[in-house]
């Protein structure tokens, strides 16, 4: 068991490593919903590779970050409405978790599917964007 635990530290000091990098390409708000002055934490995209990737980590405020992670306990609602934008983010991951919560939102969002009706994903992204679901 104490090489487990090793392992799992040694990874999350990894995750940990890119704190710096991610609040500075984030600009320090959540890379979700664009919030300022809120408690932010490292966000994994699943699935997760073995081996942390920046590209793959956001910088999610505690409401994005537990929403995103807990399917059973998603809640749609208009505090989502801003993943109509980002969406169309320069940052792939972004875009990914993005287009995951609004296909989350359409069966009581109707503007969820007016979103994602308007996007034209590309292969590779669309990969993406379901290789956990």
Do not use: N
Not at 46 to 64: A, K, Q, T, V
Not at 76 to 85: D, K, S, T, V
Not at 98 to 114: C, D, K
């Amino acid at each position: 068991m104490a090489k487990g635990r090793e392992e799992h530290d040694a990874r999350t000091a990894r995750l940990q490593s890119f704190g710096k990098d991610l609040a500075r390409r984030a600009k320090s708000k959540c890379e979700l919903c664009e919030k300022g002055g809120e408690k932010l934490g490292i966000y994994e995209v699943p699935p997760e590779p073995r081996e942390p990737d920046f590209e793959r980590c956001l910088l999610l405020c505690d409401r994005c970050r537990g929403q995103a992670a807990e399917v059973k306990r998603f809640q749609p609602g208009e505090h989502w409405r801003i993943l109509a934008e980002m969406a169309w983010s320069g940052i792939p991951m972004v875009q990914v978790l993005a287009v995951r919560l609004l296909r989350r939102q359409t069966g009581s969002q109707a503007w969820a599917r007016e979103a994602l009706e308007t996007l034209d994903l590309d292969e590779a992204l669309e990969k993406l964007v379901t290789e956990s679901v």
